[in-house]
Structure formats: structure tokens, C-alpha cells
């Protein structure tokens, strides 16, 4: 039996590997920097909504009042999801949130009159109606399984307002709908992650928008990449009050496990992103009477303090799953969450792909056995 005679280096995992040019975003690890279309993360954060964050991705550069003014009535008009759609979320219910919502943005090519015109206009008018569409998949799902009746879109709302009034039935007050809001401008973009590559790998291959975030939403679901709010919460929880904060963490690093939330394959210092939902976990805490959870985390923070030395830092999840348990949204639409945050980003990065288009097809390097004899399935003993 022969083998392959040399190893060539190998860059697994893709580490380091710097795939194309873009436009979309830049992040620098070292210096906790991150910049949609050269705007800073901080500026958007605190003066942006996410209808002007999609117009920056989707069209790179900030709308003028009336641009964003029609790009924000497109995205209220596209809400709804056709009833066969509705259809399908029914029949697939039980499963996971992020299997139901790559079902139904798959059903929704069938529906989308443009689905296979993979032009730029065409490919702009079907981001926006995805961008809009896909909270509403995510809330009709929550209610379904819940046996409650669905709440269609109310188009006198913000996307995120909009977002939570869907899923609970009442409408979210400005707190709450900030709260939102500013997650989803954070999650909205960040660079050749998992998703975003898969996308491009499925538009590189002249596929259109909706194979290519059905590729997204697909490569998301994983817990490598889907982010771990859901698990920094369930430590909160488990901890239950600030005074057991210090034994807990101690036995976590004695013990050498991670402690969620903290680390980033990119970011060496604090994630940018992890500074505005810290914020928002502590105003919505002390709004809501459950300033707790946010002194929790707090002292997780000061009690770590030697990690950010080994540079493991916040992340964006740190403060993000008590936001979201704040608002009453249920753990396992943590990760859904995510993916209606990150909808312009993966149409950005697909725009881009199209734009400037070469097939993505890296090679594998050869390790099994060679030029073995074939012998007959009955002789094979
Ligand atoms: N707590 C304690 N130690 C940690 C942590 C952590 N959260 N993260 C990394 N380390 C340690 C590792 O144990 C390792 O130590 P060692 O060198 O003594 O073995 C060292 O730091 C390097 O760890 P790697 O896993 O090699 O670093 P990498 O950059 O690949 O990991 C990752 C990044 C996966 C995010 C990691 O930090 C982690 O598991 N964090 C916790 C999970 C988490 O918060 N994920 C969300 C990421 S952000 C997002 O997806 C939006």
C-alpha cells in the first residue's frame, strides 16, 4: 500500500487565511476596533437604528432622510410571509427555531417572484424583503408552538419594535425596543465568519440570495459559531445571587472550564460590541426591578480579571443573554435572534460576492491510501 509522499502546509480551518477584499467591515482584534462601511461600531451603536445600518450594508454609505424614509416603508410593506409559508412553519414545529427558520427562508424562494434573478436590483429588492420577512418567521414559529395565535406585523412599528410586539402580543416600550434595536445593529456584520462564508461559498457558485442564507442560517446553528448567551445565562441563573459569584467562578477555572462569554478568535481585548449591551442589560435591569442578573455579571467580570492578562476578554454574548432573558425572549431563540441581526450583513457580503464573483473551491490535500487493487465483492472474503 503507498501513501501520498509529502505533506504541503496545510491551512486548517482556513485560520489566517485572508479570502478576498471587501467593503462590508473591518475589525481590528488587537485594538477592540470594529467599523461597518468605515463607521464605527460605538457611533452606530449609540446614534444609528438598524433600518439605517441596513441601508449603510446594503448600499455602503449612510442614507440621506428620504432614502432611508423608502428603504424603511419597503421593509414595513415586506413583512408579511405568504399563508403556505405559514404552512410549513405549522407542519415543522417541534423542531429547533433555527431548523424551522432555514425551512421556511427555503420555502420562501417559492414563493419570491424574483428568486431566481440573481441581478443586483433584483438581488437588493429580495435583501430587503428576507431582512424583513425573517423576524416575522422567527415570532409566527414562537407562537405556533406555543399554541398562541399569531400576531400579524404592525407596520406603525420599527423593525425591532415590531420584532417583540409579534412575538408577545403587546407593544414593547422605548427601552425595551432600544434594547433590541442596538442588538441588532451589533450582530448586523462581522467579516468572513462561518456564515457569512458560507453564504459567499453558495453565491460563488452563480446560486442566488435565498440558497445562499439558507447556507447562512444552516452554518449559524452551530455552537461554535451561534454564540453563547444562552449558556452565559443559564451560569447567571445557576449562580442565582451575586454573593455566590466568587466560590462559583473560582471552582469554574480550578476545574478548567471556560467561562462563557469570555474569549473571541478575533478580539484580544474586550469586544467592542460587549460595551452597548452591557449598558442595556444594566438599564433594562434596574428599569424592570431585576437589577440582579446584571450585578451577577459584574462580578463574574471583577472576579476574572486575570484572563484579560492571557487576553480573554468580554464578548458580545456576555451581556446579550440577559437582555434577552429581560425580555422575556426564550433561550432557544437566542441563536434566531442572532440570525435577524445578521440578515444585511450576509446580503452585503453576498452582494459583494456577486459583484466581483470567482468560484470558491479551496483544495484537500490527499492522506488515504493509493492505487489499492480492486477486487470483486464476492471475492473479498
Ligand atoms: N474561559 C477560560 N479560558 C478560556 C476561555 C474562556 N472563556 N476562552 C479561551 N480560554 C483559554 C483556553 O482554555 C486556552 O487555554 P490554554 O492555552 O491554557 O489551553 C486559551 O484560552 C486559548 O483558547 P482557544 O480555544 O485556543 O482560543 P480560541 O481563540 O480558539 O477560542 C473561543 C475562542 C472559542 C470563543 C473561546 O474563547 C471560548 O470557548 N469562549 C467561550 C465561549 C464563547 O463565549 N463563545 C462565543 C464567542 S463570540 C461569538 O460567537 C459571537
Redesign the pocket.
Known amino acids: 500500500m503507498s501513501f501520498p509522499a509529502s505533506t504541503p502546509e496545510l491551512a486548517r480551518g482556513l485560520k489566517g487565511v485572508i479570502l478576498d477584499t471587501t467593503e462590508t467591515s473591518f475589525i481590528d482584534g488587537e485594538a477592540g476596533k470594529l467599523l461597518y462601511c468605515g463607521y464605527n461600531i460605538h457611533d452606530l451603536a449609540e446614534h444609528s437604528t438598524f433600518e439605517e445600518v441596513v441601508y449603510l450594508l446594503l448600499y455602503g454609505h449612510l442614507p440621506r432622510l428620504a432614502e432611508l424614509r423608502e428603504l424603511d416603508m419597503a421593509l414595513r410593506r415586506s413583512r408579511s410571509i405568504p399563508k403556505e409559508v405559514v404552512d410549513v412553519i405549522r407542519l415543522v414545529q417541534a423542531a429547533h427555531p433555527m431548523d424551522v427558520l432555514r425551512t421556511a427562508v427555503s420555502a420562501l424562494a417559492a414563493f419570491d417572484p424574483e428568486a431566481k434573478d440573481t441581478s443586483e436590483e433584483a438581488t437588493i429588492r429580495k435583501a430587503i424583503r428576507l431582512i424583513a420577512q425573517v423576524p416575522t418567521i422567527v415570532a409566527a414559529h414562537h407562537r405556533i408552538r406555543s399554541g398562541l395565535e399569531l400576531v400579524p406585523p404592525n407596520p406603525d412599528l420599527s423593525h425591532a419594535a415590531n420584532f417583540l410586539y409579534m412575538l408577545h402580543g403587546r407593544e414593547p416600550n422605548h427601552e425595551e425596543t432600544r434594547a433590541i434595536d442596538v442588538d441588532f445593529i451589533l450582530h448586523a456584520e462581522h467579516g468572513s465568519n462561518a456564515s457569512a462564508f458560507a453564504a459567499r461559498v453558495t453565491a460563488s457558485t452563480g446560486a442566488d440570495l435565498h440558497a445562499a442564507i439558507v447556507s447562512a442560517i444552516g452554518t449559524l446553528k452551530g455552537p ?5 448567551a444562552e ?2 445565562m443559564r451560569m447567571v441563573l445557576e449562580i442565582g445571587e451575586p454573593e455566590r459569584v466568587d466560590e462559583y467562578i473560582h471552582q469554574m ?1 480550578a476545574e ?10 478575533v478580539y484580544k481585548v474586550e ?1 467592542p460590541r460587549a460595551r452597548h449591551m452591557r449598558e442595556r442589560a444594566r438599564t433594562l435591569g434596574e428599569k424592570m426591578g431585576q437589577p440582579k442578573w446584571y450585578r451577577i455579571l459584574e462580578r463574574i467580570v471583577e472576579v ?1 480579571a486575570p ?1 484579560r492578562d ?1 487576553g ?1 476578554s468580554l ?4 451581556f446579550a443573554g440577559a437582555v434577552y432573558y429581560l425580555l422575556d425572549i426564550p433561550e432557544d431563540l437566542f441563536i434566531p435572534m ?1 440570525a435577524i441581526g445578521r440578515m444585511p450583513g450576509w446580503c452585503a457580503q453576498v452582494l459583494e460576492q456577486m459583484r466581483n464573483n470567482v468560484l470558491i473551491r479551496p483544495l484537500l490535500h490527499y492522506v488515504g491510501p493509493m492505487d489499492l487493487e480492486y477486487v470483486p465483492i464476492e471475492a473479498r472474503g
Open positions: 461554535l459559531h451561534g454564540g453563547a449558556a452565559v477555572l478548567g472550564r471556560r467561562i462563557m462569554g469570555m474569549g473571541h478568535r469586544d476574572t484572563l492571557r480573554i464578548n458580545v454574548d456576555f442572532f
